[in-house]
């Protein structure tokens, strides 16, 4: 047994260098929340999550006056049932971020020490299919920058060797953005993958009236054109294989990954992803369950 001896939550507030905003919102600081795990063969683990602004609190209050007490004298290496014992103690506040982000932040300072314990790294505990994967740009797209801007940035990642750039989409006008879209495109040439984000803020009939101003210029994939819980707005895409990319960036608990789930197995024809705090909160999707919840699906 490798029991966990102590458990401790911080915050660290990350104030921006610069303000940035998308569609709906402004990320005018990063707060941090800082998971700690301790066991009694002296190894210590550190998992995180974070919020861009607010809330971050609320997850700290959850961890130290909820969780992390249950945490205290369990084995370090059942991860899965410590995970559904938690996640059984929070039902009064799922479905919801709060609860998502605490519960991803225990989870990840356990992979970490699994990790620690085994000498190898998380990509090879995972499964070790590649040493390497390929990466993009998000950082110099954001909605506030003017269009000079995001085209420096764009022609300063295919310089930098990256796969591509990802832009934040939402202007007043549909007609801005794609202006603004062409002018990286334009800039950079087809060798650049360029993607978009619209941050949750269109109906299903706005987000096909962008996608379809930005199909010339090549767009790689969508991301959240729609609010992650419209579920019929994401249907009504997959009836009509709209060619809008990414849904469900802000999935948390099953009750909203279980439904989004169904699109695929209706041929959905862009690309879902849970939510990134998500993941490894589901029994389903699981780091040694997730090929299999791939070909369920």
């Given at each position: 047994?490798?029991?966990i001896?102590?458990?401790?939550?911080s915050?660290?507030?990350?104030p921006?260098?610069?303000?940035?905003?998308?569609?709906?919102?402004?990320?005018?600081k990063?707060?941090?929340i800082v998971v700690?795990l301790?066991?009694?063969?002296g190894?210590?683990?550190?998992?995180?999550?974070?919020?861009?602004?607010?809330g971050g609190?609320?997850?700290?209050?959850?961890?130290?006056?909820?969780?992390?007490?249950?945490?205290e004298?369990?084995?370090?290496?059942?991860?899965?049932?410590?995970?559904?014992?938690?996640?059984a103690?929070?039902?009064?506040?799922?479905?919801?971020?709060i609860?998502s982000?605490?519960?991803?932040a225990?989870?990840?300072?356990?992979?970490?020490?699994?990790?620690?314990?085994?000498?190898?790294p998380?990509?090879?505990?995972?499964?070790?299919f590649?040493?390497?994967?390929p990466?993009?740009?998000?950082?110099?797209?954001?909605?506030?920058?003017?269009?000079?801007?995001l085209?420096r940035?764009a022609?300063?990642?295919?310089e930098?060797?990256?796969?591509?750039v990802?832009?934040?989409i939402?202007?007043?006008?549909?007609?801005?953005?794609?202006?603004?879209?062409?002018?990286?495109?334009?800039?950079?040439?087809?060798?650049?993958?360029?993607?978009?984000?619209?941050?949750?803020?269109m109906?299903?009939?706005?987000?096909?009236?962008?996608?379809h101003?930005?199909?010339?210029?090549g767009?790689?994939f969508?991301?959240?054109?729609?609010?992650?819980?419209?579920?019929?707005?994401?249907?009504e895409r997959?009836?009509?294989?709209?060619r809008?990319?990414?849904?469900?960036?802000?999935?948390?608990?099953?009750?909203?990954?279980?439904?989004?789930?169904?699109?695929?197995?209706?041929?959905f024809?862009?690309k879902w992803w849970?939510?990134?705090?998500s993941?490894?909160?589901?029994?389903?999707l699981?780091?040694?369950?997730?090929?299999?919840?791939?070909m369920?699906?």
């Amino acid at each position: 047994m490798t029991k966990i001896v102590s458990a401790a939550a911080s915050l660290v507030d990350l104030p921006v260098e610069t303000v940035r905003t998308d569609a709906v919102q402004a990320f005018v600081k990063q707060e941090t929340i800082v998971v700690d795990l301790h066991t009694d063969d002296g190894l210590s683990g550190t998992g995180y999550s974070y919020t861009i602004g607010t809330g971050g609190r609320a997850v700290l209050s959850m961890l130290r006056d909820h969780l992390l007490p249950l945490l205290e004298g369990r084995d370090a290496r059942d991860i899965e049932a410590a995970w559904r014992e938690l996640f059984a103690t929070t039902r009064a506040t799922t479905v919801g971020a709060i609860t998502s982000l605490a519960l991803a932040a225990v989870d990840t300072a356990l992979w970490d020490l699994r990790c620690l314990r085994a000498g190898e790294p998380l990509w090879r505990l995972a499964g070790g299919f590649r040493r390497a994967v390929p990466v993009y740009d998000t950082e110099g797209g954001w909605l506030h920058l003017p269009t000079d801007d995001l085209v420096r940035g764009a022609l300063a990642a295919k310089e930098a060797g990256l796969c591509g750039v990802k832009l934040k989409i939402g202007r007043p006008r549909p007609e801005e953005d794609a202006a603004r879209i062409a002018a990286v495109r334009a800039a950079v040439g087809p060798e650049l993958d360029i993607m978009v984000d619209a941050n949750q803020s269109m109906t299903y009939a706005e987000a096909k009236r962008r996608a379809h101003l930005l199909e010339p210029y090549g767009v790689c994939f969508f991301e959240e054109p729609l609010p992650a819980d419209d579920v019929q707005g994401h249907r009504e895409r997959s009836r009509r294989r709209a060619r809008c990319g990414r849904a469900g960036n802000r999935l948390g608990p099953r009750c909203h990954v279980r439904p989004a789930s169904g699109l695929v197995r209706e041929r959905f024809s862009g690309k879902w992803w849970p939510g990134e705090g998500s993941l490894r909160n589901l029994p389903s999707l699981t780091l040694s369950g997730t090929r299999k919840a791939e070909m369920n699906a």
